[in-house]
């Protein structure tokens, strides 16, 4: 059985190009130098559980699910779980990023609604999974769902930034801002992925090898933003400057 495992594990990391596992290294590097570098740092903490979340969702939520299928058991409600778990710690880390980052009033209260109602819809998505009469095509659909609403959010917080970064002259050069490089890489990796998670569940239900290519590219974008992120913990200057 678990040679069995082990040939369905390689055969799942295949799909996506063996991205999944890059993106779990990125992870682990990731965390390290949150933990070593810019301890002070208040943002860090947030930043750290991320990292660690990512970790270990990528580190077994994938063996475990190929080892429920070769068991004959559904996984979609531990692989949902498990997703929405670490949607809730990237959202929880990069709200409180911005708005640390912001500084009008105005748009610090709306990331803290933006907070609220997000973990609001993730709570009841969590809890509705406990429910046995949830089908399973819904589980999917709304998970996707999730990720298209916590990327919109994380959008308009970028959106917010670059509007007083350029209405307010910067005092500094902005390739020596890390919350620019920081912002910079979660805009494409929301906007880029928005249109991606409205047709993902068309997608992964009719055409398999391009919801697979796509989702490549999803795990590239995001190893983009943890490399953004673990540059600015390299810095001597706040994460937020």
Do not use: W
């Amino acid at each position: 059985m678990v040679h069995q495992i082990i040939q369905k594990l390689i055969a799942y990391y295949s799909r996506d190009f063996f991205t999944e596992p890059i993106l779990l290294l990125t992870f682990i590097c990731s965390c390290v130098i949150g933990l070593l570098y810019n301890y002070r740092q208040k943002e860090r903490i947030l930043f750290v559980i991320y990292f660690f979340a990512g970790a270990l969702l990528f580190l077994l939520a994938s063996p475990v699910e190929v080892a429920l299928t070769v068991a004959g058991r559904n996984a979609d409600i531990f692989n949902e779980a498990c997703n929405t778990t670490f949607e809730i710690a990237e959202f929880t880390a990069f709200q409180y990023f911005f708005k640390k980052s912001l500084r009008n009033e105005k748009f610090k209260k709306i990331s803290n609604i933006f907070f609220l109602l997000f973990a609001a819809i993730c709570v009841i998505f969590l809890a509705a999974l406990g429910f046995p009469g949830y089908p399973k095509e819904a589980i999917r659909e709304h998970s996707f769902l999730i990720n298209v609403l916590e990327f919109f959010l994380l959008a308009f917080l970028c959106l917010a930034y670059f509007y007083e970064l350029f209405t307010d002259a910067p005092k500094m050069n902005l390739f020596e801002r890390p919350s620019f490089f920081i912002t910079t890489s979660v805009f494409f990796y929301s906007v880029l992925l928005i249109p991606f998670f409205i047709i993902a569940r068309a997608l992964s239900k009719d055409e398999q090898s391009i919801f697979f290519v796509l989702f490549a590219c999803h795990y590239l974008l995001l190893i983009i933003v943890l490399i953004a992120v673990s540059k600015g913990f390299l810095c001597a200057k706040l994460i937020t400057t």
